[in-house]
């Protein structure tokens, strides 16, 4: 299995995407395999139109490049990736595995993937600690977890395939996006049709939950609220006052309470300096969090560094 696909021409008004599925030692076979058949089943669909071409390029990567095994001794031979090709792709699939739970508590790694955020950014899979532990894609889907406990192979399939499906959806419309899942999965229709719904029939509700998922699932980056109604598509205005009557609280508070989770978190799990820690969710420096921390916590981050940590070794 090769990571070089068709070069694309773009059909007329339809831009050329650049798919990217990053795999971790032990990942999925089953889901990388099957995100790759989409797009190519896509682009065979895009080719017989009139004047049409292929659409997508799809790239194996991995954080080394080379060879790397998948959970059934499979070597598949991958491009090297980084930050700085990051923007250049419209879209990254994790394929999930042992390697992938791994490297979610790489701080070293996870570091060096935090980067500038861009609105062109909105539609590209983040690669944060909770991507790589979910290991989906950013557009509000529940995938198995990393280490493939939780889910069935049937159950792995599905999502993959939906997630793929919601890109084509995008650009190539409702209908091929069927015709692709029909083929890929006979009988399936009815399953994926309100998964596959067009926007207009999407509810507020669903809408408004994807938008507070990707905030948890982005809380290490720099992101606003406008960027999270611009997920949702709706505007700021609106959003701020959907948000609120289906979550209970803002989005800004809501945004407040997942980076305030991984702070805790790290502060326990880990002796980063308190100013990285802040940095690396989304908060200005140190003095900031503490501000906050204290407001929130009543103790400073230190503090309650001490503390848990003092409350485990007794426990």
Not at 41 to 55: D, F, M, S
Not at 118 to 123: A, G, I, N, T
Request: hydrophobic residues 40%.
């Amino acid at each position: 299995m090769s990571g070089h696909g068709i070069e694309p021409s773009p059909l007329a008004g339809i831009p050329a995407r650049k798919i990217g599925i990053v795999l971790f030692e032990g990942f999925s076979l089953l889901r990388a395999g099957v995100i790759a058949e989409v797009f190519n089943r896509a682009n065979a669909i895009a080719a017989r139109r009139p004047a049409g071409h292929a659409v997508y390029t799809i790239r194996m990567l991995s954080f080394a490049g080379g060879s790397v095994p998948c959970s059934s001794a499979v070597h598949i031979w991958t491009e090297r990736f980084d930050a700085s090709q990051y923007q250049s792709f419209d879209a990254l699939f994790i394929g999930g595995g042992k390697g992938a739970q791994h490297a979610s508590l790489d701080e070293r790694l996870l570091g060096r993937m935090r980067f500038g955020y861009s609105d062109s950014m909105l539609r590209t899979t983040s690669i944060t600690r909770a991507s790589l532990l979910n290991s989906g894609l950013t557009t509000g889907f529940d995938a198995m977890s990393a280490n493939g406990q939780g889910a069935s192979h049937d159950e792995d399939w599905f999502a993959s395939l939906v997630n793929a499906l919601m890109l084509v959806k995008c650009d190539l419309g409702l209908d091929t996006a069927r015709e692709i899942g029909e083929q890929m999965m006979p009988g399936a229709t009815p399953r994926l049709a309100p998964l596959l719904a067009d926007a207009g029939a999407t509810s507020v509700r669903d809408k408004v939950r994807a938008s507070a998922r990707w905030l948890k699932d982005n809380c290490e980056r720099p992101i606003s609220v406008a960027d999270a109604a611009q997920v949702a598509a709706m505007s700021e205005r609106n959003y701020l006052r959907r948000f609120k009557d289906e979550i209970g609280v803002t989005p800004s508070e809501y945004l407040l309470r997942a980076r305030l989770d991984t702070v805790c978190r790290l502060l326990i799990e880990t002796d980063l300096p308190v100013d990285k820690i802040a940095r690396r969710n989304g908060m200005a420096n140190g003095d900031r969090l503490a501000k906050i921390f204290r407001k929130r916590m009543l103790v400073s981050p230190t503090e309650y560094r001490v503390q848990n940590r003092r409350a485990q070794v007794a426990y």
